[in-house]
């Protein structure tokens, strides 16, 4: 289950939040994309907000994972640092095992600040999908009020009185696995694959780059001998 994503850390002041020394967080997650957005290029993908939010806020152009894999990516976000550091690369590992010190999820420290933490929600991802961290830890809130989830305080939904608040949004869409025949079938926007306008594959660029480059030198090397 390789992972390419992009990560959209959006400091977005709510309404109310220009009179709050803290500021709201939402973080959107999406796997599998690449730079598959239309901000970035992708002319047939339609993302007008986000467009928006890459145009007056930062967009990153030359940004990298530390790891192809769900769970180690994870892993490494919600603790800052590289997932090698914490023995958490393989992936849904060691979910026995606690995090050393100093090391503790940031939602911790969110928490300490006075933020409710909230993972939402129902509506792009499924209980308890995508939050699995590979490091043992307390779950600090729950579905329904019995059962008990992950790293943050209540899941999908957001108060006045839960503010300031961090929310992690994670996309499926992007991820496509067994719910993308029900995405794809529910869709009233379908797309005819002739009139999409695919991006250049990177991949071939760089070859072709890496190839002249060579010719180039090999080329340079037998007019020296010849001359």
Known sequence: MK???????LCIAATLSFAQDKPNIIWIMA????LDLECYGMKAVKTPHLNQLASEGIRF??????NPICSPSRSAMMTGTNQVKINAHHHRSNRDVPLSEPYKPFTYWL???GYTCILGHHGVMKKGRKIDVNF???AI?????KQ???LFDKYDTIMTADQ???AQIQLVVTHRGDWWNEVRQQSFHRVDPNEVELPKYLLMIRSLEWIGQNISIKWNIWMARLV
């Not at 992972?3 to 850390?9: A, D, G, P, Q």
Request: charged share 20%; with cysteine.
């Open 3 to 9: 992972k390419i994503f992009i990560v959209y850390i």
């Open 111 to 113: 928490r300490k600040a």
């Open 136 to 138: 043992q830890h307390t």
């Open 141 to 145: 809130g729950s579905w329904d009020g």
């Open 61 to 66: 152009d030359n940004c990298f994972v530390t």
């Open 31 to 34: 796997e599998d994309m690449s």
């Open 148 to 150: 008990n989830f992950g």
């Open 164 to 166: 300031p608040f961090f």
